[in-house]
């Protein structure tokens, strides 16, 4: 993320002209080593609430050398209890934003998290998320030396006590291994309903979103292939597979290819690194999709 050193002081500038009550409450949520106590996402989790007038919350489901060391699933339920503690959120229709791995901890929340009123997630904005799983280490996808580590990292990352000790292992997505993906516990594999059990209710809730923001990025390196951000995958050979031909779209497995046809999918493309994006790209690719779609015309 690009540095935000002017957002808060824009912020009130450009509020004055944006507020409305239509806008939803946003919970942010945040990247693989990101903190909600760093400055970005403060000045981040500011602007959106100023430019909005809705609240607005960065929800901390780990954080630094956390992320490593705590497994997907814990982060997962972490981001669930907060948002289901938080009385901002109570029976409102809520938007997620989410940033990186945080876009797949928000399918977690989507698919999964049982509330205990009628808020609901109404608006999923993922930015650079890997949303069908990285194939590779990020940043390193050629060489001698990244094929070793690729290669170990094969032939370790779906194994449980890594799946349990390792935040990252929960969206790996091997597609050389797609056998070992398949028998695994990775959190990605259930929240594809891609499990041995099949989860109709994880699925309804998925399709009952009303928008669902797409944005990936022209020249990203971190997560593999970079189409991901757009639900793509890699298939057995190491080509780019695009979303309306991967399994779980056909099968309409969670409810994406449900919501393709109803035309509640919004794609971008942002031509930078993963995750780079400035004031602009917020203004015109975020802040528009946060009006609650029930009451915009």
């Not at 409810?255 to 015109?284: F, P, Q, R, V």
């Amino acid at each position: 993320m690009k540095n935000y050193n002017i957002l808060i002081f824009l912020s009130f500038i450009f509020s004055l002209n944006s507020i409305s009550s239509s806008y939803l409450p946003v919970a942010l949520l945040h990247g693989f080593r990101q903190s909600c106590s760093e400055y970005d996402l403060i000045s981040l989790e500011q602007y959106i609430g100023n430019k909005t007038g809705e609240y607005s919350k960065c929800i901390e489901t780990g954080g630094g050398t956390i992320d490593i060391s705590r497994s997907f699933y814990d982060q997962a339920k972490k981001a669930c209890e907060i948002i289901s503690q938080d009385e901002h959120y109570k029976n409102k229709n809520i938007a997620i934003v989410s940033i990186s791995q945080g876009g797949v901890l928000a399918r977690y929340v989507i698919e999964k998290c049982k509330f205990p009123d009628n808020r609901r997630i109404s608006v999923f904005v993922s930015i650079g998320g890997p949303l069908s799983g990285t194939h590779q280490l990020p940043h390193c996808h050629r060489g001698v030396t990244c094929h070793i580590l690729n290669s170990f990292t094969d032939w370790i990352v779906y194994k449980g006590y890594v799946q349990d000790t390792m935040g990252p292992a929960g969206y790996f997505r091997v597609s050389n291994h797609l056998d070992n993906f398949k028998e695994s516990d990775s959190l990605l594999l259930d929240v594809n309903n891609q499990g041995k059990t099949f989860d109709e209710e994880a699925k309804n809730r998925f399709k009952s979103l009303d928008r669902l923001v797409l944005i990936a990025f022209k020249r990203d390196t971190m997560i593999s292939p970079k189409e991901s951000a757009h639900f793509g995958e890699y298939d057995k050979e190491h080509r780019v597979v695009n979303m309306k031909d991967t399994e779980v779209y056909k099968k309409d497995l969670f409810g994406l290819k449900s919501l393709e046809e109803e035309n509640k999918i919004i794609y971008y493309w942002i031509d930078d690194n993963h995750c780079y994006y400035n004031l602009a790209d917020i203004n015109m690719y975020i802040i528009p999709h946060l009006v609650d779609p029930t009451t915009s015309s």
